[in-house]
């Protein structure tokens, strides 16, 4: 099982501790579109954001992915039509595209992504955990 993380859930450390000791043999999936709005956030407020991130990933032994042509064509099924929608919601499209059947999606805004189409079993909010 891949368990991705979307951006909301790296603010929970307890939930990213547990992903070792409560999930033995699943694979934390970090998109990389989370990387780049971690690493802003960061940067934003004044530290070595993607430093910070190479080191947060390489700690963790996190598997980095890239959008590529699946995660793209599983956006797009999850993406608003609505343009004004689209602008609130298009980077967690782009996130929810990296779930794949049998991924769970952890995050802190799991209405966001059950709206998004997401599966109710593939959303795990971690502010339970």
Do not use: C, K
């Not at 049998?102 to 599966?119: E, K, S």
Request: hydrophobic share 45%; charged share 25%.
């Amino acid at each position: 099982m891949r368990i991705v993380l979307d951006t909301s859930a790296l603010f929970y450390p307890r939930a990213l501790a547990s992903l070792r000791s409560d999930h033995p043999g699943a694979e934390p999936v970090i998109p990389t579109v989370v990387l780049l709005e971690r690493a802003r956030q960061l940067s934003r407020a004044g530290l070595d954001g993607a430093g910070e991130m190479r080191a947060f990933v390489e700690r963790g032994g996190l598997t980095l992915e890239a959008f590529g042509p699946e995660q793209a064509l599983r956006s797009h099924q999850r993406a608003p039509r609505d343009d004004r929608l689209w602008a609130r919601a298009g980077r967690d499209a782009i996130i929810a595209g990296h779930v794949a059947e049998g991924d769970v999606l952890w995050t802190a805004n799991a209405r966001d992504f059950l709206d998004l189409g997401l599966a109710r079993e593939q959303v795990l909010d971690v502010r339970g955990l």
